[in-house]
């Protein structure tokens, strides 16, 4: 009987070694899982700077672009207004030189036509047998 105590004493003695080996193991596993989930909230700190600094450098990229377009199109609008100006400019002095046109032209073939039908109603006259002064 002797030597099946001795063997329990064993098998007990066995299986507190492990038990504590376990225990032991597990307290390892949870201290690598706490010290890898510590890594990966750093990485995902790191991540998060990374891409806020690009996000803030792409920004800073379009707005500039959208200023040098905002630049191209106050030039355009500037050659825009520049060409209108002239083109009214050579519209009103075409409209002024017409009418100056006009003004000295006008008399001119009044003068002509009123001549004209004077002279055509001076012979119709004449045919009806009207004197005239």
């Not at 193991?25 to 706490?34: L, M, W």
């Not at 700077?49 to 690009?54: D, N, S, T, V, Y």
Request: glycine share 8%.
């Amino acid at each position: 009987m002797e030597m099946g105590y001795s063997k329990l004493r064993g098998l007990i003695l066995f299986s507190i070694a492990l038990v504590t080996l376990g225990i032991g193991s597990n307290f390892y596993v949870a201290s690598e899982v706490s010290r890898n989930n510590d890594e990966l909230d750093r990485l995902y700190r790191l991540l998060q700077k990374q891409l806020a600094g690009e996000a803030l450098a792409q920004s800073r990229e379009l707005q500039q672009r959208m200023e040098s377009l905002n630049e191209t199109a106050t030039g355009i609008d500037a050659k825009m207004k520049k060409a209108q100006d002239e083109m009214d400019g050579k519209l009103r002095k075409a409209q002024d030189d017409m009418v100056a046109r006009m003004g000295a032209e006008l008399p001119k073939i009044m003068d002509r036509y009123v001549q004209s039908r004077a002279t055509r109603l001076r012979g119709e006259l004449e045919k009806q047998g009207i004197p005239q002064p």
